[in-house]
């Protein structure tokens, strides 16, 4: 069931003399302005964020009315960064303008919520040619002037699925490595041979030469691409863009479905769709997070590592670790604990975190999953009887049967793993022995 935060704005926005004065919420002081320019390229923006927009309003698993699910827009010393995830949760949207977009002042840093509705969308789908494209950005309003184009925007709801997504692609791309690299005009070519949107299948693309290849197998440096359909969104920055890049975890044959980033540069902005493993499955329930949030120190840590957040550009882990006295490994799970309340993002062009705040508070994040609530209840009642790196775990009159692997992950005789084999993270059961694991036992 989604969490709704609902956000509230000092105005209803209105076109103004100077421009559409666009309402936002949120922040950290009571109405300053932490971008104020022009961008630089102003039509490839407006297609970026239209991307993003389209994103978020649209359902890839089990299509219904467009959703009514708004944007984040953090801004920083690194630029503008606006995300969104799909109504299902499947598909995950970013667009990030960089400093050489950006002809104005960064003149601080905060993260807010945008409402980006038909009229707004109908007016940046209007830039064009020389056409100027303004935005002043602050925690209390987003302003965006162009030549035309009138909105007046209402509450917006934003569901805490959403932070669980935002929390679960953090934990997952920051697993990815670069796999391939084609030239746009390559780019369209294969974004013009994939299967039509609504198709289900799961394949892989594999590098060849200055393009990608498809196949329906895994195979060493292969990328998933479950849903090609759901790639659509990058097709209106392609003729602006110089380069695709593709991201993606290690596999091999026979290897599973796995999430998988495809990325659109322009030199001046980034657009980015992650997606789930497959259509149907949203990035809010994949689990990847779990064993992160499960440490007793966790919570601390995370508040001490999230004081330490400084909004540079990029986060340095290692640096993290020095300023707070502990190890990467702590310093990881607390960055997983900050994504679930919205706090860190991780950029896989950059190979780095990158910091936002968002008006929720960490503890949602064990309040809002169940495996993580019934973890705690089977410790709580000592239900786990360790037995050297295996556990027995009684749940009502069931007794499961949890074992270590060598790479620190565990498998369980539940149902609910014998169903996933662990591609969807960590049962109750397991999670529950990780918490009464040794400490040299829990996995980094």
């Not at 709704?4 to 421009?19: D, E, F, K, M, N």
């Not at 995300?83 to 905060?110: I, K, N, Q």
């Not at 394949?203 to 895994?218: E, I, M």
């Not at 799970?333 to 190979?351: F, H, I, P, S």
Request: aromatic share 6%.
């Amino acid at each position: 069931m989604n969490a709704v935060q609902t956000y509230r704005y000092l105005q209803p926005s209105a076109l103004r003399p100077a421009g559409l004065d666009l309402q936002t919420c949120g922040g950290p002081a009571a109405n300053p302005r932490f971008f104020a320019g022009f961008l630089t390229a102003p039509v490839a923006a407006a297609a970026g964020l239209l991307a993003v927009a389209e994103v978020a309003r649209t359902r890839y698993h089990q299509p219904v009315n467009p959703a009514s699910l708004d944007p984040v827009v953090t801004g920083s010393r690194g630029g503008l960064r606006f995300e969104s995830f799909s109504g299902c949760c499947g598909v995950y949207a970013r667009l990030d303008v960089l400093p050489a977009g950006l002809d104005g002042e960064v003149a601080g840093h905060g993260t807010t919520n945008v409402d980006v509705n038909p009229p707004l969308r109908e007016a940046l789908a209007r830039v064009g040619g020389i056409e100027p494209l303004h935005v002043a950005v602050g925690p209390d309003d987003l302003t965006v002037s162009t030549m035309d184009g009138a909105v007046v925007e209402k509450k917006v709801p934003l569901p805490g699925r959403w932070l669980r997504g935002f929390a679960e692609v953090q934990v997952l791309t920051a697993g990815f490595e670069p796999r391939a690299e084609i030239p746009a005009g390559e780019a369209a070519a294969f974004l013009r041979r994939l299967p039509a949107a609504g198709d289900r299948s799961v394949l892989w693309a594999v590098p060849a030469g200055r393009t990608l290849r498809l196949t329906s197998r895994p195979t060493p440096g292969a990328v998933c691409l479950a849903g090609a359909g759901r790639l659509a969104a990058l097709r209106g920055l392609l003729r602006h863009a110089r380069t695709l890049r593709v991201y993606g975890p290690a596999v091999r044959a026979g290897s599973p479905a796995v999430p998988s980033t495809w990325e659109l540069d322009t030199g001046a902005m980034r657009l980015s769709l992650t997606l789930s493993p497959e259509p149907y499955r949203g990035f809010s329930g994949e689990g990847a997070a779990l064993l992160a949030l499960a440490g007793d120190d966790v919570l601390d840590d995370a508040e001490l590592v999230g004081a330490l957040l400084s909004w540079d550009p990029t986060i340095d882990v290692a640096a993290l670790a020095d300023a707070a006295g502990l190890p990467d490994a702590r310093v990881r799970a607390a960055l997983a604990q900050l994504g679930t309340a919205g706090r860190v993002g991780y950029d896989v062009a950059e190979a780095a975190y990158f910091h936002r705040v968002m008006p929720y508070d960490a503890g949602r994040a064990e309040r809002d999953n169940p495996r993580l609530l019934g973890a705690r209840a089977l410790v709580e009642r000592g239900a786990v009887e360790r037995d050297g790196e295996h556990a027995t775990v009684r749940s009502g009159e069931e007794r499961y049967r949890v074992r270590r692997q060598p790479d620190g992950s565990y498998t369980c005789s539940c149902r609910w793993w014998a169903r996933h084999r662990g591609q969807r993270g960590p049962c109750r059961h397991a999670l529950a022995v990780s918490m009464v694991a040794a400490p040299a036992e829990v996995p980094a």
